[in-house]
């Protein structure tokens, strides 16, 4: 597993690798976009992996597939769950990253968890900002 100072992850999604309190790992693949040193994640704040972040904000991420399916070594990362002002840019740059796919394919997605029983997916937006340890 490398460090880096800097992550510099190509391509669409990424895998955070969050840690139970047994430290069992549980990797999630997301949409992500890169801000400076740092990449930024946006997920719902009763989700578990940012549940698992506010215990433990040690991560792993490496791109991935949108199945989860690692590209490339990980990097070891420290995790922070972001106050809701740090939305309005990161959601620019997610607007920029992924147009077409949050016109298709997020609706599809809200669609799928309604009928799961998970009507208030995406009601509760976070920022996780995740940057490398040294």
């Known amino acids: 597993?490398?460090?880096?100072?800097?992550?510099e992850i190509p391509g669409k999604y990424l895998s955070?690798?969050?840690?139970?309190?047994?430290g069992t790992p549980v990797a999630t693949p997301v949409w992500f976009v890169q801000d400076g040193p740092r990449l930024l994640v946006e997920t719902d704040a009763e989700s578990?992996?940012?549940?698992?972040?506010?215990?433990?904000?040690?991560?792993v991420v490496a791109p991935c597939t949108a199945s989860g399916r690692i590209k490339s070594e990980p990097v070891r990362a420290r995790a922070e769950v972001l106050e809701p002002a740090a939305l309005g840019s990161e959601r620019e740059l997610m607007g920029r990253k992924y147009r077409v796919?949050?016109?298709?394919?997020l609706p599809i997605y809200h669609a799928v968890q309604r009928l799961r029983g998970k009507p208030g997916v995406g009601t509760h937006p976070v920022v996780v900002a995740i940057t490398p340890e040294p």
């Open 16 to 22: 955070i690798t969050s840690y139970r309190r047994d």
């Open 101 to 105: 796919d949050r016109l298709l394919l």
């Open 1 to 7: 597993m490398r460090t880096a100072k800097s992550i």
């Open 48 to 59: 578990f992996k940012v549940k698992r972040i506010r215990r433990n904000p040690s991560v």
